[in-house]
């Protein structure tokens, strides 16, 4: 519950004999000492990209489900999770693989309490060296926090440096909406302190380049786009999307890709861009390669025992793919689990392991810039935007014509063959918003059993049949 909670306590402490004790501070200082506090600040972004991008984290998980990625190891839960049928997640404490939503739903709770911390000791005037940057970044790891946890389940607890929140989905806890909003929010003030204050990051906060200040004002305003668009469970809840809002965050946002740099001791990307696209482990699932070689079935069948090699007009088959002859899989886990192919943008940084990799690409915000230009009529300037970008730039592809659906393919594909291995979830989240998660397969977690169990209340789950249909679990997607 005080995870849950996050409380920030400023109630005053003494010994009998009035003397401080240093080895065990009081929570005045633990709020009020800016050197302590300049320090956790420090470590925010960073806490929240390990959180996300962790093998502890449900990222295999979503991918597989997605039928971005397939295996059939039991790892991070991937066998279980993209099982056929699917079938209910497992969501007691004690099942093997609990700590892909239970270290990260603890995890992210600690970025927002330290978050919150440090937004109270601003708020009690505690003298920083540079206050704006110590708001700025307090404000967008409330903002991270949350959001990422409304992305993954369906409900969300939420506090501030003014305490818990109330919420409408029962035992004090919000809706996934409810928490997006309260996270984009968040992430509004951190832009505004960011914009006003020309705030900037160092280096050892921020490796790789990219915390000056427009780089981070413009990474800002497109992960605002990643989260709205993204947070929906179903193709019915995009009409809902605010669209001009969406369209606002991206013409602000990146206009080169946003890069930070791995030195395989404290920063590191073990999902996707490590246990997803590493010989021998996930492979990139048949769908995707149909969708650059319709030649290629979508899906591999009981019968089949060799896939010859793709062709393509997209070049990226060639570039971003490494073709394998023969499958490594155990098939009596099931032969649908097999592919012939492998990510391989990654192999340089699964070979040196100490370089700068894409967080959040280019072509990842020009997508959400076109698909808020269709939403807002206008389809030309989306062609227009598709058609500069990695599509031709990359791929090689002829041109999308201005015609809505020819337009709305030629997002999803790119979401797909482009920057679907950048950041965690992306290819789940698309393919959710879509209605093209395969039937059953649940549309967001649970909380975790643990946590459950703290509050207590009583354990849930979703996925197969458990749930409500459409809004915890898909009714039918791409097969």
Request: glycine share 8%.
């Amino acid at each position: 519950m005080t995870l849950l909670l996050i409380i920030v306590s400023c109630q005053d402490f003494s010994t009998d004999l009035n003397v401080e004790n240093l080895e065990n501070p009081n929570d005045f200082i633990l709020t009020s000492d800016p050197v302590a506090l300049s320090a956790t600040a420090g470590s925010i972004i960073q806490n929240w990209f390990l959180s996300v991008h962790n093998y502890a984290g449900p990222g295999a998980a979503l991918a597989t489900m997605a039928d971005v990625s397939t295996c059939s190891w039991g790892n991070f839960g991937m066998r279980d999770t993209s099982s056929e049928p699917r079938v209910a997640f497992n969501n007691t404490s004690s099942y093997s693989y609990a700590y892909i939503t239970n270290s990260y739903f603890n995890a992210l709770y600690s970025v927002l309490s330290d978050s919150n911390t440090i937004a109270l000791a601003i708020q009690n005037g505690t003298q920083f060296e540079n206050p704006e940057q110590i708001e700025m970044v307090a404000k967008l790891g409330q903002a991270l926090s949350i959001g990422y946890l409304a992305l993954v389940f369906d409900k969300v607890w939420l506090s501030d440096e003014n305490g818990s929140i109330e919420g409408s989905a029962g035992d004090g806890a919000s809706t996934y909406s409810e928490a997006m909003t309260f996270a984009l929010a968040k992430l509004d003030q951190a832009i505004a302190v960011a914009q006003a204050n020309n705030v900037s990051i160092p280096e050892t906060w921020l490796p790789g380049g990219g915390g000056n200040s427009s780089s981070l004002l413009a990474f800002m305003n497109s992960m605002g786009a990643r989260m709205l668009v993204g947070n929906v469970r179903n193709s019915s809840q995009k009409s809902a999307i605010d669209w001009n809002r969406v369209l606002n965050y991206t013409n602000n946002g990146l206009t080169s890709d946003f890069e930070i740099y791995m030195d395989d001791v404290t920063w590191y990307d073990l999902i996707p861009k490590t246990y997803l696209v590493y010989p021998g482990w996930a492979r990139v699932d048949m769908r995707v390669i149909n969708m650059m070689d319709p030649n290629t079935p979508d899906y591999w069948e009981d019968d089949v025992t060799f896939q010859p090699e793709s062709t393509s007009n997209d070049a990226r088959l060639l570039t971003d793919f490494g073709y394998l002859g023969s499958n490594n899989f155990r098939p009596e886990r099931g032969i649908y689990h097999y592919s012939s192919y492998r990510y391989s943008r990654y192999d340089n940084y699964i070979t040196v392991w100490t370089t700068n990799v894409v967080e959040y690409s280019t072509a990842e915000n020009d997508m959400y810039k076109a698909e808020a230009l269709v939403n807002t009529g206008n389809v030309a300037g989306a062609a227009a935007i598709i058609n500069a970008g990695t599509r031709t730039t990359r791929g090689g592809l002829p041109n999308v014509a201005a015609d809505i659906d020819a337009v709305k393919d030629a997002i999803h594909y790119e979401r797909m063959i482009e920057f679907s291995f950048t950041g965690m979830g992306l290819g789940f989240f698309e393919m959710r918003k879509e209605d093209l998660l395969q039937k059953g397969t649940l549309l967001h977690f649970p909380v975790p059993g643990k946590a459950l169990e703290s509050i207590p209340a009583e354990n849930y789950t979703f996925g197969g049949t458990t749930g409500t249909p459409g809004e915890d679990y898909s009714t039918g997607g791409w097969r």
